[in-house]
């Protein structure tokens, strides 16, 4: 039987206007196991003036930040509470690993404890103006309605970092999920209420890109849009964007080097390897998928990580045992091995992997990893979205930064040697939003990311986040007691 889901809107569960919907599939299984709504255009509409009433004239518009704040600690202890049902919820919906998703659940309260704290903080400043007897002071005001995008990967995470934010600055939110795993959003939805957020502050609807998410990036009330996905999908919400002029945030993925110099802890640097590219299958946006690594320990390097890859536990994601599940559609399926036979057509070479393992559903794939002759392949600046590693072997520290810099992403990279000087000047030198040294994949409420280049621009996370959610107005006051002097009479 499947599990029939509705949308938040205004404060109520409601089905789409026509009665649409669409089903969502368990990777592990292969089957369909929730309906859910398919919004309409007026639906989309109706979630939009839900949002901007609600930042305009419902008790939220009248709320304190401190009381904000308030509502969002109780956000966040909410979340933690229901940690292990949402967790439960989201690797049955996108294949993930249980308990991966059960920890991310809990910890990401942290975030929502952090813009608990910050609701409060935002703050404008006095300016020492070059004019006499003029008080002039800047104000930080909430943008409005925001419009949030997020993918079904890392969806309860990327949620906290848009709505977290964007709620301690006074907004209000119409909040899309992915079409292919929307379950655990609508159930953490529930708790929006229970926390003490008015109707209508947080709103939540499903459906496809188009109509869905074209009609609500293009409505003329909302004034931010903040977007993760692919670039196809960002190129096309742009263009929506140009009739309503909305602030817009993007963040594109990547394909992020990997890089490991000879005197690296080479224990060390292989188990943030085999992390990077292996956990959650390699479904991340900070997947550590490009390897660069010193010729003189590439061969040891490569043989620690094949020894590990052969022996990863592949299977049901709910078990605790399984080390990785499956891959979450049969899009990113498809493109892996259509990309994978292409790379060996232009010399790559397989060295482990490389085709879909027997565990279940036809959704699992194989730790795979493929030396690259060069970077030209097209391999090697293509994000799959799955369990694959490129490999470059590079020779002087020159050569390292050219290829990790030699590609259209610039999210985030990893950079292992116990040379101090050497890291600091690579992290600076870097073309990335996140660079990480002798660790990788490290989040926290308190630290920002984001990319450039092809991987978008606008950050997310940390304090200033909140002040992305807001505009500055400037209010000058004359506190003299003549008159404004007559601009047509001589002085």
């Known amino acids: 039987m499947l599990r029939d889901y509705r949308m938040l809107i205004g404060g109520e569960w409601v089905a789409a206007s026509d009665g649409g919907t669409f089903e969502s599939l368990n990777p592990a299984t292969g089957e369909s196991w929730a309906r859910v709504p398919e919004a309409t255009t007026d639906d989309i509409d109706r979630a939009v003036r839900a949002a901007h009433h609600a930042w305009t004239e419902g008790p939220w518009a009248h709320m304190t930040p401190t009381q904000r704040g308030h509502c969002l600690r109780r956000l966040g202890d909410l979340l933690a509470e229901r940690s292990e049902e949402l967790g439960e919820t989201e690797t049955r919906d996108t294949g993930k690993m249980f308990k991966e998703t059960r920890w991310q659940a809990k910890y990401i ?9 910050a609701a409060d903080k935002i703050a404008g400043d006095t300016l020492p103006i070059d004019k006499p007897d003029m008080f002039v002071f800047t ?39 992915s079409e292919h795993a929307p379950a655990a959003i609508l159930e953490f939805g529930e708790l929006v209420a229970r926390a003490g957020i008015p109707d209508g502050v947080v709103n939540i609807v499903t459906g496809h890109g188009d109509p ?14 903040s977007f993760t996905g692919g670039p196809v999908a960002a190129r096309q919400l742009l263009v929506n964007s140009a009739g309503n002029l909305a602030e817009v945030s993007l963040e594109l993925g990547g394909k992020s080097p990997f890089i490991v110099f000879d005197d690296a802890d080479i224990e060390s640097a292989v188990n943030g390897a085999v992390a990077g590219i292996f956990g959650a299958s390699g479904q991340s946006c900070v997947a550590g998928s490009r390897l660069i690594v ?38 990113q399926l498809e493109n892996i091995e259509a990309q994978i036979a292409r790379a060996v057509v232009q010399g790559g070479r397989v060295i ?8 279940g559903s036809d959704m699992f794939f194989q730790p795979t990893i493929i030396d690259c002759p060069g970077p030209g392949l097209d391999i090697v600046d293509t994000e799959l979205f799955g369990p694959v590693l490129c490999v470059l072997r590079f020779r002087t520290e020159d050569e390292a930064l050219r290829l990790a810099n030699t590609t259209e992403h610039g999210l985030a990279a990893g950079i292992f040697t116990r040379d101090s000087a050497r890291a600091l000047r690579m992290s600076r030198a870097v073309r ?60």
């Open 109 to 117: 309260s942290e975030f929502f404890h952090f813009y608990a704290g």
């Open 139 to 177: 104000d930080r005001e909430p943008l409005g309605v925001v419009a949030a995008v997020v993918p079904w990967n890392s969806q309860l995470f990327l949620t906290a970092v848009k709505i977290g934010p964007a709620l301690a600055a006074g907004n209000a939110v119409v909040l899309k999920t």
């Open 212 to 225: 869905c998410g074209k009609a609500l990036t293009r409505h003329p009330l909302v004034a931010r849009i």
């Open 294 to 331: 010193h010729e003189d320990v590439a061969d040891v390097f490569l043989g620690r990580m094949q020894k590990i890859a052969a022996g990863i536990r592949i299977g049901d994601p709910m078990a605790d045992d399984t080390e990785m599940g499956p891959l979450c559609t049969a899009g």
């Open 352 to 359: 482990c992997g490389g085709a879909r393992a027997e565990a």
């Open 432 to 491: 990335a939003g996140i660079v990480w040294v002798n660790t990788y994949r490290a989040i926290s409420p308190v630290a920002e990311f984001g990319g450039m280049k092809g991987s978008g621009y606008g950050r997310e996370s940390g304090f200033q986040a909140v002040y992305d959610y807001t505009r500055p107005k400037t209010v000058w006051m004359n506190t003299s007691d003549a008159p404004v002097a007559n601009p047509f009479q001589p002085r």
